[in-house]
């Protein structure tokens, strides 16, 4: 039997293992009682009983079975039985240089891989080996010349597991350009290569290296257009360069190829979305919900398409099918209360809100949220608890200050929110926003004049900010002075 299918087995239970056997799988049972005979006259061998004869090819199965249970002092045991029996055996010196390679015997390993070097050559496993005790002793640059020497000696198939292993041992010696250059080489050998053309996607996007992948993958579709991963990867290469447009194309031809091609549907609604042409992104992420296992990432995402669109319902349906699958991304729960809020539905948006601060209690944001909440609500005090919250979370944050100082002066707590402005201004500077919101709280409390000054600073330090003032108290523009400052200001700017 060999080892695949004993692999197979060990994930059943006996009961229903002996079930198929004598039931379903004759020939199957055939091999396991076969293996089940030389594992018997193995035994027989090593307690000096007699036995019948065990030729190589047995010998490897025996290796095998012990090797594939974790039994490897009898594994060791049965290749050193073996290589006594049939001491020109390559194949056996390698079986047993792999077995000292698990149990960390390096030295010997290496002294067994020479002798079977002698032996035969041509196994690519001989390097493999070698190249994997290098990796272990961390000498890299002995792991990858023992590779780049032999590749050159091989054709066909084994030239393209040598290309593959020398670019995993770039990838740990952390030479990243190099792995991207090695698996180029091996589709340039072997264009069809599915592991290659599966590598080569993330380590383009790794290395930023989108023209060259361009330019690859479009001869490999030139020479084979049937090529569904070569037009995936062009796809991501595209979309890489932010040529979204091309992307799609690319992610079309795939998808014609092979119309089970999720991934494809998945990055064609990403770059739908970056286009900002949400309608198309819902159409192949609905797609990619049909032919693949549903993922909170994709309803995600088709909420947030619904989002952009205004359809805050349906935003919030597909954000709530994301949060049943990942019950503890509390951004869900925000991505909610958002929707919510868009449509001035403050008490559902606190309990969602809610929801998300429960998960993660240090998110000034959330809190910042709640307590823009419980201004349209009324409840000020409530408001200003929150945001005061956010602060202890990011004093720092301008927009948190912001914020807070917003809340007082809704609340009509003038004399507290010049205070706050003056510990914002101690602690981040004398930042625009922070004098204008000063102009606004002097304006409104009848000091017109020190608030004009306060503005006219303002404008002549960021004249785009004005909007946070008028945000702020949309009726100071009811004020005749500061209309005639701002225009004023503005005509000596023209």
Request: glycine fraction near 4%; hydrophobic fraction near 40%.
């Amino acid at each position: 039997m060999n080892g695949v299918l004993l692999s197979a087995f060990a994930w059943f239970n006996k009961s229903i293992i002996f079930t198929i056997m004598n039931q379903d799988f004759p020939l199957f049972n055939e091999d396991f009682e076969e293996l089940r005979d030389l594992l018997q006259q193995f035994e027989n061998l090593r307690a000096g009983q007699s036995h019948s004869f065990l030729d190589e090819d047995s010998f490897e199965q025996i290796i095998d079975y012990y090797d594939e249970h974790d039994e490897l002092p009898n594994a060791i045991q049965a290749a050193e039985i073996a290589i006594e029996q049939f001491p020109y055996s390559s194949t056996l010196l390698l079986k047993k240089a792999n077995l000292l390679i698990e149990t960390k015997k390096y030295p010997d390993a290496l002294e067994l891989l020479e002798k079977a070097a002698i032996l035969d050559s041509t196994d690519i496993n001989l390097y493999i080996l070698q190249t994997d005790i290098y990796l272990a002793l961390n000498q890299h640059e002995k792991a990858a010349s023992v590779l780049e020497e032999q590749i050159k000696q091989f054709d066909g198939d084994d030239r393209t597991e040598l290309l593959l292993e020398l670019a995993d041992v770039y990838d740990d010696w952390e030479e990243f350009d190099r792995v991207f250059d090695c698996l180029k080489i091996a589709l340039e050998h072997d264009p069809n290569n599915e592991e290659a053309l599966h590598k080569i996607c993330f380590w383009t996007e790794y290395t930023g290296r989108n023209e060259e992948s361009i330019r690859l993958h479009t001869q490999i579709i030139n020479d084979h257009p049937y090529n569904q991963l070569a037009w995936f990867n062009l796809g991501t290469a595209y979309q890489g360069l932010k040529l979204y447009e091309k992307a799609i194309d690319a992610y079309l031809y795939a998808v014609a190829i092979d119309e089970k091609f999720d991934y494809a549907y998945r990055n064609m609604g990403d770059a739908y979305i970056r286009l900002r042409k949400f309608q198309e992104a819902i159409e192949v992420l609905q797609k990619h919900l049909e032919i693949a296992k549903p993922e909170d990432v994709i309803y995600e995402a088709i909420g947030h398409c619904y989002e952009k669109m205004r359809k805050f319902t349906q935003a919030r349906y597909y954000y709530r099918k994301a949060s049943h699958l990942s019950p503890q991304d509390d951004k869900l729960y925000y991505k909610i209360a958002v929707a919510y809020m868009m449509e001035a539905n403050w008490e559902n948006a606190v309990k969602s809100i809610a929801s998300a601060l429960k998960i993660n209690k240090g998110s000034s944001e959330y809190f910042i949220a709640l307590g823009q909440c419980y201004l349209e609500l009324g409840k000020n005090k409530d408001a200003l608890i929150q945001f005061m919250s956010a602060l202890r979370i990011k004093p720092r944050s301008v927009t948190t200050w912001q914020e807070f100082i917003r809340a007082l002066y809704v609340a009509r707590f003038f004399d507290e929110a010049m205070v706050q402005l003056d510990e914002g201004e101690q602690k981040l500077g004398r930042k625009p926003v922070f004098i204008y919101f000063r102009a606004a709280v002097l304006i409104t409390t009848g000091r017109t004049k020190e608030g004009l000054i306060q503005l006219e600073t303002a404008l002549q330090l960021a004249p785009r900010q004005l909007k946070k003032m008028v945000e702020l108290d949309p009726t100071l523009l009811q004020h005749t002075s500061v209309v005639e400052l701002i225009a004023r200001y503005r005509k000596k700017k023209k």
